[in-house]
DNA sequence: CTTGGCACTCGTCGATCGAGAGTGCCAGAC
DNA sequence: GTCTGGCACTCTCGATCGACGAGTGCCAAG
C-alpha cells in the first residue's frame, strides 16, 4: 500500500469536504476524483488515515472529516497557493488606490479582506516601535496649553494636549515655542523611537534654568506618546461571514466573537508569525492558543514598509475553509499593502 | 374598565417578558404583581391589548408578547428613566478619565457601554462639518512634499501629503511655505469649515503667479480634508453580546450583523435623533428603516462639547431590552463624553 | 364590571420506526 | 502482497404519533 495514494486520499478528502461541508465517504470519493481504485480499497486507507489521527468519522456510520492534524498536513504538503486571478488583481488594487491616509488605508484593508475570503479580516495598526520620528509640531492653544504633534514616518500622527504652566502667547512665550521646536526636532527628526525618547529625556537637563518646566512637559508628552500601547491596535471587519458558516461551529458563535473583542490576545496571536515574515503562516484549530479560537483557522502575513515586516494582517475563519484561496488572497493584499506604505514613504 | 389598569397590564407583560423572555400568560401576571383583580379580568384587558395592537400571541394556547408599538408605549408613557447607581457612575468616571486623545476617548467609549448595557455599543466620530480650523501645520518631506497637518477643535487631526511640484529645500522654498502657513491660518484658523473652505479657496487668486501652483496644491488638499467623507465614522463593540441573546432574534445573527457592517447607513441612523438633542432617543423594532435591524432596537442620544451635539452614541440590542436601565447608561455616558470633550477643548 | 369555571386549541416533548448511508471485514482475484 | 466485490451491521436523521400542559375565550353568576 503506498503512502502517496494514502495522502492523495487524504487530499480528496479535504477538498471534498470543504466544498460540501459533510463527512466524505468512500463511495462519493472515488466518484468524484479518478483514483484508481475502487471504493474498498480507500477504505482501508481510510482505516490508517485514521491511525495516523489525519481523519476523524463524527460516528460509526459517516463519512470521514479532516482532523486539525489532517488540515496540517494539506496546507504543508499537499497544496500550493493558488495564483490569484486577474480580476481579483485589479480588484484588489483599485479598491486600496483612493486610500487617502493611513486610517484609510488599514480601514480599506481590511473591508477588503473581508470580502475578498468572506470570512473575518484582522489588521494590526503598524506598529510604532519600529518607526521613526519624522517631525514633531508644536501648536499653542489658549494661553498656557500647547498641542504636540508628533508625526510618524509611517504616516501616522500622534497628538496631545500639555499645560506649560506659563504663558506662551506673549513675545517671550512664542520664542519659547520656537527654540523648544527647533531642539527636539534637532535631536529627535529622522531618529528611531527607541533612541529619540532617550535623547529626548536628555533636553530637559541642557535647558535654561527658566525654561526647564516647560520643556519637561513637552518631553514627558512626548516620551509618553512614543511607547504609548496604542501601537498596538487592530480592526476588524466581516464578523457577519461568521453567522453564514452556520453548522461549522460547536454551538454558537459567540465564543468566538467575544475572543475576537480581546483585542490584546489577537494582538499577541498576530505578533506570533512563522519563521519566514514573507511566508503565509496558518494556524490551525487547536493550534490556536486562545480558547474560544479553537474552532477556527487564522491565516496571516507580516506586512509594511521597506524590509521591515511592522504589523500584520490575516483572515480568521472555520478550520473547514479553503486555504490555498485565502492563503492567496491574504498574501496578495498583505504584498500590496506593504508597496502603499513603500510609496506613502516617500522620505 | 378602567384604561388605567390596562396599561399596569401592559407594563407588568413588559416587565415579565424582559425579565424571563418568555410569552406570559395570566395567571402567571396576576401572581408576580399584586395587581387586585382575578387573571380572568386580566385576560379581558389582554384581549382588548392585543385588539389595540400592543401585545400579541405566537400562538392560540401561549401568552402574550408586546409588540413593537407595546414597547413604544411602555418607553413613552409607562417608564421612567432609572437613574444609575453610584458605583456604576465613578465606573464610567474612572473608565474614561484614563483617554490620552480623541480616538482613545471614542474606543473607551465603545467598549464601556457595551459592558456597561450588555449590547451593541455604537459611537459616531465627532463630526466634522460643525467643527472649526483650529490650526494648520506644514511640514517640508522630501525636496517637493509637504505635508499637511490640519487641527480641528475637537482635537482631531488630519493630515495629507501633496507634492507642490517645486523645491522647498532651499531658501526661497522655506520663505514660501513660510508665507502659505501664515496666510492660510489668518484666514481659517477659528473659523467653521464651510467658511474656511471658501475662504481658502480665495487665497488661491491673490497668490503670487509664481507661488500659486504650490498654494493651489495645498488648498486643494485642505479642501478635500475639509468635506472629507472621514468625517462620518463609527465604532463598535459588543457584537458578542448579540450572540448571548440567543432566542431573541427570529432565525441567526447574521443580517444584523451585516447591517451593523454597513456603516453609512448606521451613520444615518444615528443622525436621525430625536426632536430634543438632550433627550434619549429610541428607535424600536419596525420603526427601524434599515432592513436587518427590524428586530432591533436603537437607543441612542447625542453627545458634543459645548452646546453642540457633534455626533451620537447609543446601543443596539434585541426589542426585547431593559429599556429604562438602557437608557439610563446611554445618558449618563452621552453627559460624561461630553464634559470630557469640553475640558480637552480648552480653547 | 368582575369572577370562577370549563371546554377547546395548539405547541412541545418523547418515543417509535424505517430509510439510507457508510463502514468493517472476509474471501477470492490478480 | 494488494486490490476488489459483497454483505451484514451500526448509527443518524426525519417523520409520525400521542399524551401533556399551558393558556385562552366565553359564559353565566355575583
Partial sequence: MSEDRRLMVLRAIVQDYVQTSEPVGSRALVERHHLGVSAATVRNDMALLEEEGLIHAPHTSAGRVPTDAGYRVFVDRLSAVKPLGSGERRAIGQFLEGAVDLDDVVDRTVRLLASLTRQVAVVQYPSLTRSTVRHIELV???????????????????????????????????ALVATIRARINEVAAGVPFTVAATRLRRLVDEADEADRAAMEAVVSALGDALVEEREERVVLAGQANLARAGTDFPRTIGP????????????????????????????IGSENPVTGLQSTSLVSMGYGSGAERVASLGVLGPTRMDYPTTMASVRAVARYVSEILDENQAT
Fill in 256 to 283: 468566538i466573537l467575544e475572543a475576537l473583542e480581546e483585542h490584546v490576545t489577537l494582538l499577541r496571536l498576530l505578533g506570533q508569525l512563522g519563521d519566514d515574515p514573507d511566508l503565509v503562516s496558518v494556524r
Fill in 140 to 174: 499653542p492653544m489658549g494661553s498656557s496649553h500647547l498641542m504636540i504633534v508628533l508625526i510618524v514616518n509611517t504616516g501616522r500622527v500622534e497628538q496631545r494636549v500639555v499645560d506649560t504652566g506659563r504663558v506662551l502667547s506673549d513675545g517671550t512665550g512664542e
